[in-house]
Nanobody, 123 residues
Framework: EVHLVESGGGLVQPGGSLRLSCAAS????????MKWFRQAPGKGLEWVSS????????MYADSVKGRFTISRDNAKNTLYLQLNSLKTEDTAMYFC????????????????RGQGTQVTVSS
């Protein structure tokens, strides 16, 4: 069973940074591409970023490109998302998710996701 637990969210001022983590268990993490999504209040789920199983291919939504960095540590079964230059419009619940294959994908589907961690950007 896919089990994903996000952490690292919080309240930060505009321009600030956060590092989100996602601890994975219940599946072969090193064989799975992973994704980050977010959902702002009153809005739908938005794909943010993806990384392939080996960590050498990454993809980003235009809204976060150049500000967010996805990475993974397969030895620790952990996915990360570094959020820099945060804007108020980045306020959302952030979710990590497992993809079905090892290749990175910007598709909206996933094979399982966590409960999320809240990121609030406000002065």
């Amino acid at each position: 069973e896919v089990h994903l637990v996000e952490s690292g969210g919080g309240l930060v001022q505009p321009g600030g940074s956060l590092r989100l983590s996602c601890a994975a268990s219940g599946f072969t993490f090193s064989s799975s591409a992973m994704k980050w999504f977010r959902q702002a209040p009153g809005k739908g789920l938005e794909w943010v970023s993806s990384i392939n199983s080996g960590g050498n291919t990454t993809m980003y939504a235009d809204s976060v490109k150049g500000r967010f960095t996805i990475s993974r540590d397969n030895a620790k079964n952990t996915l990360y998302l570094q959020l820099n230059s945060l804007k108020t419009e980045d306020t959302a619940m952030y979710f990590c998710a497992k993809h079905w294959t090892s290749a990175a994908s910007s598709s909206s589907g996933y094979a399982g996701r966590g409960q999320g961690t809240q990121v609030t950007v406000s002065s």
